[in-house]
């Protein structure tokens, strides 16, 4: 018997592409194969519980017991959570002794789909294959574009005699400059367990590396007019209005774009600038939006600003002088298997829970300093003044995101996007956390790293706990929303937080403080503010800071410095116990002793990306639990 191993169906290759070499299409296929594995089993729509390990070493099989056939992988590494992280190759054994190697996603999904806990449509089955596809052509495009610019970054590190990238950066660009190409040269991976972290069908190959972060790309956003009526503004209080306040922050696009409405002889008073990424603008505002345009609502002539995209794609930095805030904006693009609207209660919402969290840390002093945000300052959205409907502005909207405070610093701190850590160094190849973790001192001991990842661990959980349990509010913590603020000596002082437009709050516990937060409610559109349940919060927390943030630089140390196996997940109780023991003197006894259980003992929430995927995103919400890695005793890996 033969089963089947059909090859990925591959998107069709633009004119102006180059194909990559066969190493780097090898190494992004290696790439995708190693998230689909773990995302089969995390999610359990592969049985775990049926892998077999040989008693020596990493090598595992896979039973098919319909075909009576294995798949074999030569290195599995077992972690704690659920976590089976693929080194090596996979291989079908058949039957007969016949061995196949199973070098694509597409292969392994159509081997393995019989044996998924649900039956996938085959439209979900061809979607998932081609979104792959799509990926890993991306991926393997940015690693030949990685290639030069690391050496370009290498030769520069040599020829100022730093210590690294991150020596290199903080002495020889200023905190804005090297902030910004630390998160885009740290783009090149993204969520660790999303199957599709590349996928871009709506572009070509050569629209990707003129669009993407990971390519250092440089992409022009038009300064657009609304008119004034047609638009929903909300700001922070210390924003009295809203183009007095772009005057203020972009003053020079300011002038050239009333200058540009003059000579179309309008009033600068009665419009609005709205910027709107160009791709956006020429491959869907023009069309879905040519009714506004030819009523005179929206002019879509004007000037363009140069921009640099940061990890999300769309949060573009204005190449500007001064600290000029960022700017967040929709793309009806597929990014990641979602379309990235800009929906009205992000809109809202942002301003909204950026002014009550600067009132918190302001009170707080910081949590110990510990905790910095980008506020988002202003955002608005197109509504029609006489239909007054939010909807149709998810895709003609902004949010500003204050930067001055988080990146023009004095205090010697450097804010590193924490997705940035896990790149591959243009020195040694090695994760960039390395560099800060040894600094001169040569290759760490394991007590160095344990030492460094507890000081990075209080860092992390003393102000996210303690914002959650003391105002109910969670914090987005995730790889690609949070910066490390790092001292000269590499050591982590705090956080940088940014993007509150969904995030999510415990209306009864701000109350009970004396804040309140106007939730944004809307037909069809899952709220942000809740009061019967903390659970949606908590969740919120567990999820993009716990499991995707700090569960994945234990999983990243273990294996760098082949530490003991659990560990660093020890570690990483004891301050999570610590976080919250430093609050427990203000939070309600039955609150606490509950959350604690939630936190350090129960199974951990997390959103089931690739079901999701499979069943074509028919429910958002889906989520599965890992087991919870901090229990000293956690049984962990081959079970």
């Known amino acids: 018997m033969h089963l089947s191993t ?33 995302c089969l089993f995390a999610e359990g729509i592969l049985d775990s519980g049926s892998l077999v390990f040989a008693p020596h070493g990493d090598t595992a099989w896979f039973p098919l017991w319909e075909h009576h056939a294995l798949v074999y992988f030569s290195a599995l590494r077992a972690a704690p959570a659920r976590t089976f992280l693929l080194d090596g190759t996979i291989t079908l054994v058949e039957p007969s002794g016949k061995k196949t190697a199973i070098d694509t996603p ?26 792959m596809a799509n990926s890993v052509a991306n991926d393997a495009l940015a690693r030949c574009h990685r290639r030069h610019w690391n050496e370009e970054l290498r030769q520069a590190i040599l020829d100022t005699g730093s210590k690294g990238l991150v ?99 309008q009033n600068a008073d009665d419009w609005l600038p709205l910027p709107i990424h160009t791709w956006h603008l020429e491959h869907y505002v023009k069309e879905a939006y040519a009714d506004e345009i030819a009523e005179g609502v929206l002019i879509t002539d004007g000037i363009d ?45 942002g301003p ?40 149709p502005g998810r895709h003609l909207s902004v949010a500003y995101r204050g930067a001055r405070q988080a990146l023009d610093r004095s205090d010697g701190l450097l804010p590193i996007t924490v997705a940035t850590l896990f790149t591959a160094s243009p020195l ?39 914002i959650y349990l003391l105002y109910g509010i969670g914090l987005e913590a995730h790889q690609q929303n949070t910066s490390v603020l790092c001292s000269e000596d590499g050591s982590p002082r705090g956080l940088l937080i940014r993007d509150f437009g969904d995030g999510r709050t415990f209306a009864p516990l701000l109350e009970a403080r004396g804040y309140t937060l106007q939730p944004y409610v809307h037909p069809g559109i899952l709220p942000t503010v809740f009061r019967d349940d903390i659970e949606p919060v908590r969740t919120f927390v567990l999820d993009a800071c716990f499991v995707c943030h ?20 020890e570690i990483l109780r004891e301050e999570a116990e610590g976080a919250f023991d430093a609050v427990q003197a203000r939070v309600e006894p039955q609150l606490w002793r509950a ?41 962990f890996g081959k079970v």
């Open 6 to 38: 059909n090859t990925l169906a591959r998107p069709e290759p633009s004119s102006a592409s180059i194909p990559p070499p066969q190493d780097a299409q090898a190494l992004a296929q290696h790439n995708a194969l190693r998230r689909l594995v773990r």
């Open 106 to 131: 597409g292969q392994l999904i159509d081997l393995l789909a019989p044996y998924f806990d649900f039956t996938a449509t085959a439209q979900g089955l061809a979607g998932l294959k081609n979104d």
């Open 167 to 265: 020596d290199y950066v903080r002495h020889h660009r200023t905190a804005r400059d090297a902030a910004v190409l630390l998160e885009q040269w740290g783009s090149l991976e993204g969520h660790p367990f999303y199957p599709t972290w590349k996928t871009k069908p709506q572009l070509s190959p050569t629209e990707v590396a003129q669009l993407s972060p990971e390519f250092n790309a440089c992409v022009p956003v038009r300064i657009a007019a609304l008119r004034a009526d047609m638009a929903y503004v909300e700001r922070m209080p210390h924003v009295q209005d809203y183009r007095t306040w772009f005057s203020q922050q972009f003053p020079d696009v300011w002038q050239r774009w009333s200058n540009s409405l003059r000579a179309r002889q």
């Open 305 to 349: 600003i140069d921009t640099r995209p940061t990890m999300s794609f769309r949060t573009m930095v204005p190449q500007l002088p001064g600290a000029t805030p960022f700017i967040k904006l929709p793309l009806a693009l597929w990014l990641t298997s979602e379309q990235r609207s800009l929906q009205a209660k992000s809109i809202h919402m």
């Open 352 to 391: 909204r829970i950026s002014a009550v969290i600067e009132r918190i840390l302001a009170e707080e002093n910081g949590f110990d300093r510990r905790l910095e945000i980008f506020p988002e300052e202003v955002a608005l959205h197109y509504r029609h003044a006489v239909r007054q409907e939010d909807r």
């Open 428 to 466: 040694d190849g090695r994760p960039l956390v390395t560099e800060l973790i040894e600094r001169t001192a040569g290759r760490a001991t394991p007590e160095t790293v344990g030492a460094y990842f507890r000081q990075y661990a209080r860092a992390v959980t003393r102000p996210v706990v303690a």
């Open 550 to 569: 700090l569960h994945e630089l234990a999983l990243a140390l273990t294996h760098e410095y082949r530490l003991p196996p659990t560990w660093l997940w």
């Open 595 to 635: 959350e604690r259980e939630q936190f350090l003992h129960t199974a951990w929430p997390t959103r089931s990306v690739l079901r999701m995927h499979l069943q074509q995103y028919a429910d958002y919400r889906l989520q599965h639990r890992l087991p919870n890695p901090l229990g000293a005793a956690q049984a």
